[in-house]
């Protein structure tokens, strides 16, 4: 019998498919594995005992092990198909991932994942404020970062061709010195730290360092971070936002990321954390897009406290159209602490009422 040459084509193209189906080790033979996290609490809030319960199904073959990693850390090593670990005093607030990595005696590995997330176990305080004294604030300062040094007000200012960072006289608002970006970057926070202003930029993942004393540019650093929004610092380190729910600690030599804390209250992530003010052991978040202020605790990422700032926009006047509250600033000397926004014709001295 002859055969057409299309014929033989699908013929040998059928022989092919189907030896390498009988001759492959496919996701068929790789141990299935099921993830279950749950806290022996009945809550998932920071500090709970968590249990993972791991099942294993095995085809073709037979079990080796099991590694359970948390958060990339190996926590245990199991032989058995099905077993259960528990995780005393979970500390870590926000999101994290179990990941489970099965292997057969050939070899053969099944990996899965599971995510959960972790809440703070605090209610956060609740907060209005009132308004002291009205300040005046250009407002064409776009605001980004704010912060008091030495009795004077510095503040970066975003958008691009019109960023840079200023140093103004605190009650009359007039500018007293001046560094301007370059029109392709769009300013973000600052902060002041050992006689150096550090300023981030949003989206092109550069930071710049200045000399204090006369605003001079001395040199740029990378941030891991995709954006750049909030900035401010410790006693060790500068502490950045870059618009979801984590702060990223850096060192202030070299710039790398030491840390990363993720911030909750008792219901969900505080996402979109802005510009930030570090005092007295504790972080203040504006929070994008609202009139709300977050006390954070910055070691745990627990949100201590809501500083509710509803009506502060009816108190603004301004050439051009405002925008949201974005900005934080607490003498360090006096304590008082200040608020602004963008566009804002005003910089808001308040003292805090307790709801």
Known sequence: M???????????????????????TGDSRKPAVQINVESTSGHM???SDLNISISV???????KETKIYVDSTLVTTNTATEFTYLVPHFDGLGKHTVKAVATKADGTEGVYFKNFEMLS?????????????ALPHNDSFFTEGLEIHDGYLYEGTGENGASGIFKTNLKTAKIIQSTPLSNRFFGEGITIFNNRVYQLTYKTKIGFIYNLENMALIDS???????GWGMTHDEKHLIMSDGTNILTYMDPITLKTIKKVQVCDNKEPMNYLNELEYSEG???????????????DPTTGKVLSKIHMDGILDMVSSTRQVDVLNGIAIDPVTKKMYVTGKYYSKLFE?????K
């Open 2 to 24: 002859n055969f057409s040459p299309f014929t033989t084509f699908i013929v040998l193209s059928l022989f092919i498919i189907s030896f390498s189906c009988s001759n492959q």
């Open 45 to 47: 809030t920071i500090g």
């Open 221 to 227: 650093f990378y941030f891991s971070s995709a954006e």
């Open 350 to 354: 308040i003292r805090l009422v307790k």
């Open 121 to 133: 176990d605090i209610v956060p305080e609740e907060y209005g404020y009132e308004v002291v004294q």
């Open 57 to 63: 199904k095995v085809k073709g073959g037979e079990l």
């Open 282 to 296: 504790a972080i203040y978040a504006n929070i994008w897009n609202s009139f709300l202020i977050v006390k954070i």
